[in-house]
């Protein structure tokens, strides 16, 4: 990473981890509900989808601050179904970003909880802690966009079809699908969002659209990926759980250099994408690079 997108990155990760926690503290509720919340939206991350938002801002010369609240949003949405995903009635795993899932530490009947609570307050970050500068329109645009994305026809959708195709064989077709609600829908969001916010023309969103199906696959392909050669502690969960939960993968149906040259299709396409915006464009090829090459 270059100097730039690495200052980026630090200081914008920052401000979003004090604001989810701010968020979070200010809510009336149970103490044990808001400790388990909080456990698993403290835990660390890379925080991309948030930074993405404020990316995609950035690139258009408009302030990040409402991107914010919206960046947040979608990172407890996400958060949330990462405590969904780890539970026994799902990938049954007992590591998450290196330390013990949250249903290992608060019970199973306080994680789902948790997962619940963190999806319903997303929405009204977007709704209630945006400026008045953001029309009701707008945010009406956003929130329907982010149901889209995280609901039944996206990373909901996704995951039901994912544990559908558990224990056969898929087709690459099959696999694309399922990794385009699952995981790009949601990634997408943001970049969507961030265009949003920046009055971007509708042209350019749609091509940021089509932009974000290519970096959400590359994004899952990477995963596929790590889970073979990355490293349990640089990952923070088991490595091999795919094959262990008999998982149709991009290295399974393609082979590992296969999936390799697959995601460096998908990058190079974000970034062709991109080269055709009037926007600064550095920033969002160096987050394509830092996409396809990250090491957790």
């Known amino acids: 990473m270059t100097n730039k997108l690495t200052s980026f990155l630090a200081e914008r990760k920052k401000t979003i981890e004090n604001q989810l926690s701010v968020y979070t503290e200010k809510l009336d509720m149970p103490d044990s509900l808001k400790k388990s919340m909080l456990y698993s939206l403290e835990a660390g991350g890379k925080r991309l989808r948030p930074l993405i938002v404020l990316a995609v801002l950035n690139a258009y010369g408009k302030s990040e601050k409402d991107g914010i609240p919206v960046g947040c949003a979608v990172e407890m949405i996400h958060t949330y179904s990462l405590i969904h995903d780890d539970l026994p009635c799902m990938d049954d795993d007992d590591l998450r970003r290196g330390k013990p899932t949250n249903h290992k530490v608060f019970g199973e009947a306080t994680a ?110 990477r995963d596929d990926i790590l889970d073979l050669e990355g490293s349990e502690e640089k990952i923070g969960k088991r490595v091999g759980s795919d094959t262990t939960n008999d998982k149709s993968t991009y290295p399974s149906l393609l082979s590992l250099e296969g999936a390799k040259h697959k995601l460096d299709v998908h990058i190079n396409e974000a970034k062709r994408l991109i080269g055709g915006l009037s926007l600064q464009k550095d920033l969002l090829f160096e987050l394509c690079d830092l996409i396809a090459a990250r090491d957790h």
């Open 112 to 221: 789902v909880l948790a997962g619940d609570g963190l999806l319903t307050e997303s929405f009204k970050l977007i709704t209630s802690h945006v400026s008045d500068e953001v029309s009701a329109e707008k945010r009406l645009r956003l929130v329907n966009e982010l149901i889209s994305a995280a609901g039944t026809e996206g990373m909901v959708g996704g995951q039901v079809a994912d544990m559908e195709a558990e224990n056969r064989q898929v087709t690459l077709e099959e696999l694309e699908s399922i990794h385009e609600r699952k995981t790009a829908k949601l990634l997408g969001f943001c970049v969507i969002a961030g265009a949003i916010l920046a009055d971007a023309p509708e042209e350019d969103i749609e091509t940021l659209r089509t932009f974000s199906s290519h970096i959400g696959i590359g994004f899952q392909i």
